[in-house]
C-alpha cells in the first residue's frame, strides 16, 4: 500500500511540474525525455525506499528515518524535487576548458539524487583565534590534522573568510562530522525554499544505486548511473574489461610551502585529503602510485572492480574524471564522465557550461557565495552569472 502512495504522490508531482506523456524512460523517482537538442528530466531526490544502508538495515520510509535525522545530520529527509532541461551533449566531444562547479550541483543520478559533492569552506581567522569547530571535534579513529579542525564550521558555505579552501565533505574529518549515511548521502539543512528543503544527495560513489542498477540488469559491460548539469552522460568506473582510475593524487608535502590558492590563508598541516586543494592532477605520478600498490600485494582501491588494477587492464581519466568511448546507450561513442571510489569520487570540473535549471538547485546558504568580493581570488575567478 505504501508503494501506491508514494507512487501516486510520486506522479502527481511530476505533473505538477511539467511532466508531459513524452516520457522515454523512468524509474520511481527519475522521468527523462528528449525535446529537440535539450533533455528534460522531472525527478524528486528520494531513493527507492526499498534499499537498505549496508550497515544500518531498512532505513529509507515515507516518513523521518531511523539513520536520518542522526546528530551530525539532523535533518529529515525531505520530498525535495524538480524539473531540469539540460543540453543534450550525448555523442559528442567536449573542449579543453575546466569549469569549475561554482555550487552547483553536478549532476543528476537515474535514481533521482542528485550528485552534489561541495562542502564548507575553512576559516583562516576561525583557525587562528581558536574558534571551536562546528560540530565538535570527532573522537578516534579519526584523527585529523588539528590545524584543520580549529578552521572547521559546518555552516560556512559562502568562504566568509576568503581563504579560498574547501573542505573535502567525504575525508576522514568531513565524513563523520557531516553526518552521512554508508552511502556517502545525506540531506540539505531545512530550508524554506521549495525543492532544497531535506533533499537527500550524494557527496561520493553512490553504491546502493549501482547495486540496483547491477542487479536489474546483470552482465552489462557499463552502467549509465545519470547526467550531468552540462549535459553529458555519468557512467560507472568500468567499461567491459577495463576499469577507471583518476589521475588525481595527493600533493607530497606541506600546504605552507606553497600557496595554491594565492589568498595567503591557507591552512596548516600536510596535504592529506582534509581539503580539495590538497590534491593535484599528476596521471604519471598516480600511474606510478597504483603500480607501487600493487607491487606490493595489495589491492588498489580506486576502482570497484580490483581486478582491473591486479590485471593491469585500467585507464587514468582525464582532470574532469571524463573519458570519450562506446557505451551501451552510445555505441558510436561519447564523451562521459565517470564517478570513481577514488578522489574526486564525483567530478569537479564541468567540460561544457551547465544549464541555468542546475542552478535553481543551489541551497539558498550558497547563494551568497555569488555576492562575495573575495570571488576573484580563488577557483570562481572566471565565473559570472
Request: proline share 10%; hydrophobic share 35%; glycine share 10%.
Amino acid at each position: 500500500m505504501k508503494s501506491f502512495i508514494k507512487l501516486s504522490l510520486v506522479t502527481l508531482l511530476l505533473m505538477l511540474l511539467g511532466f508531459s506523456s513524452q516520457v522515454r524512460s523512468m524509474t520511481s523517482n527519475f522521468y527523462t525525455w528528449l525535446e529537440g537538442n535539450f533533455r528534460k528530466i522531472s525527478f524528486i531526490s528520494v531513493p527507492d525506499n526499498a534499499w537498505t544502508d549496508r550497515y544500518f538495515g531498512s532505513w529509507l520510509q515515507l516518513a523521518p528515518t531511523k539513520f536520518f535525522p542522526n546528530a551530525n545530520c539532523p535533518y529529515s529527509v525531505g520530498w525535495a524535487g524538480g524539473a531540469l532541461n539540460i543540453p543534450n551533449r550525448a555523442g559528442t566531444m567536449p573542449g579543453a576548458d575546466n569549469i569549475p562547479l561554482n555550487m552547483i550541483p553536478f549532476g543528476i543520478g537515474v535514481d533521482g539524487v542528485l550528485f552534489d559533492p561541495s562542502g564548507p569552506w575553512y576559516s583562516h581567522t576561525q583557525a587562528r583565534t581558536g574558534h571551536p569547530p562546528t560540530p565538535p571535534i570527532v573522537t578516534p579513529p579519526y584523527k585529523p590534522n588539528q590545524a584543520s579542525v580549529k578552521g572547521f564550521n559546518a555552516q560556512n558555505v559562502t568562504d566568509d573568510d576568503c581563504s579560498g579552501w574547501e573542505y573535502e565533505a567525504l575525508s576522514t574529518f568531513g565524513r563523520p562530522n557531516l553526518g552521512f549515511d554508508s552511502y556517502f548521502g545525506h540531506v540539505q539543512p531545512l530550508q524554506p525554499q521549495p525543492g532544497t528543503a531535506g533533499r537527500y544527495h550524494y557527496h561520493g560513489y553512490p553504491w546502493a544505486l549501482v547495486e540496483k542498477l547491477i542487479k536489474d540488469k546483470p552482465g552489462k559491460p557499463t552502467y549509465l548511473l545519470g547526467y550531468s548539469a552540462d549535459g553529458f552522460p555519468i557512467y560507472a568506473p568500468w567499461n567491459g574489461s577495463v576499469g577507471y582510475v583518476s589521475g588525481y593524487i595527493l600533493t607530497p608535502d606541506a600546504r605552507g610551502r606553497g600557496d595554491k590558492t594565492g589568498t595567503g590563508k591557507h591552512p596548516d598541516g600536510f596535504y592529506d585529503g582534509t581539503f580539495i586543494q590538497d590534491y593535484d592532477y599528476n596521471p604519471t605520478a598516480k600511474l606510478q602510485f597504483v603500480k607501487n600498490v600493487v607491487a606490493k600485494g595489495v589491492t588498489y582501491n580506486g576502482v570497484i572492480t580490483p581486478w582491473h588494477i591486479q590485471t593491469g587492464n585500467y585507464r587514468i581519466l582525464d582532470s574532469r574524471n571524463g573519458i570519450w568511448g562506446p557505451t551501451p546507450e552510445y555505441p558510436n561513442g561519447t564523451y562521459y564522465y565517470v564517478i570513481t571510489t577514488d578522489w574526486p569520487y564525483i567530478p569537479r570540473w564541468f567540460a561544457a557550461w551547465p544549464d541555468d535549471t542546475f542552478k535553481q538547485l543551489i541551497p539558498p546558504e550558497r547563494m551568497n557565495l555569488y555576492k562575495l568580493a573575495c570571488g576573484s581570488l580563488h577557483k570562481y575567478k572566471n565565473i559570472a552569472y
